[in-house]
């Protein structure tokens, strides 16, 4: 008989790969909530999550984003099964800190090289492939099966056209098909719509180039669970839309619940039960933040920054934008009926009848100017309310530079010699795709 892999849905984006001997585990996220508790799983994990996460040879991690990078759910896996986990990781200055986290907790760590296929155990191959902002993607083959787990990297043309060349064909890829971001205020329908409708183009551009066996549309089973954006699950797309896409190229999809398991060499579906609608959460705990406080977490964040010559960069950066309109912002905060000026530097209250150019509570607030990836958090969990629509400009404007640090970039010469980086840094200022790690 045929040998060849075997997919398993655990959850969200994590996949159970099997068949060559032992397990890999992708983007293990099981429990608890992610981006500053904006979102929560649509389905429990598979019955058997836990214990096939214990018992794995290899977990590939993607990214740092919090639904892919989990600190919460890889330390429920008992110290002395720790050290027999190998933990597959790109090897980039974005997950420098993944390495070390994983280090500290016990794991071992094999960082891979952006498109060097590697030889693990059981003859199984794998190789993965960095985008920008720190994402990745991986590819798997044993025997005569092999898949192309894509995830939710945004890939450009020039991405898409290398995995073209290495892997046209692949027995199956696996996809993100909804929207993970923020879209629009309550009323902005026509935006979401128009994302959800982006969302599949993309997977429509990616089957169209890599003319798949099969696709394996995943990585979208959450929901935006607070009040403050509970409005944004509202035209997300469903997998019904994304196999009318995917049909248009008459390949089938692979439709996977939670426990499900897909035989690549034997082309069948193992139902293994109903999904598990999630339980329900206790409810979000909020509590307000003053200005006293807000003033702490900004300057603890700045004090962060490393060495004097790091300082010296960022002072010269703060100087220059904070003379430009969009070096200032005015955040409105109702929770404590307060509005504030924000600049790279300050904080400071001001009148009630200044309008605001965002709003948000004080605690994303807090959240949003205390964390080098409070961006990410406030953009992909979409907690706040769009008053000004160069808010979004403005805030990546104030803020980037801390973006750019966590990915080991300063502003200075060397950042003015990767054109293709601050190209990149300004569409997404602009588009609001924010897709860097999060560690």
């Known amino acids: ?24 585990v992708t983007d293990p996220w099981f429990t608890g ?19 096939t996460l214990e018992c794995c040879r290899y977990i590939w991690i993607s990214h740092g984003h919090p639904d892919h990078f989990s600190p919460e759910t890889l330390l429920r896996i008992p110290s002395e099964s720790r050290s027999k986990i190998e933990v597959l990781i790109a090897d980039t200055v974005p997950n420098r800190p993944l390495v070390g986290w994983f280090t500290r907790n016990d794991f071992a760590v094999l960082p891979l090289k952006s498109g060097r ?69 309550l009323e902005d329908v026509d935006e979401r719509s128009a994302a959800a409708a982006a969302a599949l183009d993309r997977v429509r551009t990616m089957v169209r180039a890599l003319e798949p066996q099969r696709v394996l ?11 403050e954006n509970v409005h944004l699950n509202s035209e997300q797309n469903d997998i019904s839309d994304v196999t009318a896409v995917v049909n248009e190229f008459s390949v089938p999809v692979v439709q996977l619940t939670n426990g499900d398991e897909f035989d690549l060499t034997q082309s069948t579906v193992r139902r293994m039960h109903p999904p598990s609608p999630r339980k329900e959460h206790e409810a979000i ?17 700045l004090e962060s920054t490393a060495g004097f010559h790091g300082k010296i960069r960022s002072w010269i950066y703060f100087r220059l934008i904070e ?26 209250e001001v009148s009630n009848s200044v309008s605001p150019n965002i709003v948000m509570s004080s605690e994303m607030f807090a959240e949003l100017i205390g964390k080098s990836y409070g961006l990410d958090n406030l953009f992909i969990g979409g907690r706040f309310i769009r008053k000004s629509q160069d808010a979004l400009l403005r805030l990546g404007v104030i803020l980037g530079l801390d973006r750019l640090r966590t990915m080991g970039f300063h502003f200075g010469p060397s950042l003015v010699l990767r054109p293709g980086l601050l190209f990149t840094l300004l569409e997404r200022l602009v588009s609001r795709r924010w897709t860097s790690v999060r560690q």
């Not at 909530?33 to 214990?51: L, N, V, Y």
Request: proline content about 2%.
């Open 1 to 24: 008989m045929r040998s060849g892999l075997v997919v398993r849905k655990l959850s969200h984006a994590s996949l159970d790969i099997s068949g060559w001997g032992g397990s890999l």
């Open 33 to 51: 909530r992610a981006f500053a508790d904006a979102w929560s799983h649509s389905f429990e994990p598979a019955p058997d999550a836990w214990r």
């Open 117 to 185: 296929e590697y030889e693990l155990e059981g003859e199984l191959r794998a190789t993965v492939g960095e985008v920008h902002f720190g994402d990745s993607w991986l590819h798997l083959s044993f025997a005569d099966t092999s898949l192309l787990n894509i995830n939710d990297c945004v890939l450009r043309g020039h991405d898409i056209t290398k995995l073209q060349r290495r892997y046209k064909g692949v027995d199956l890829i696996a996809v993100q098909y909804g929207v993970a971001n923020w879209t629009g205020n």
């Open 217 to 227: 549309p995943f990585a979208s089973e959450f929901e935006f669970c607070h009040k």
């Open 285 to 301: 705990q909020q509590r307000s933040v003053g200005v006293s406080e807000l003033q702490r977490t900004q300057r603890a964040r």
């Open 323 to 348: 003379r430009t309109r969009l070096g200032r912002i005015v955040v409105a905060t109702p929770d404590t009926e307060m509005v504030f000026e924000l600049t790279a530097t300050s904080i400071k």
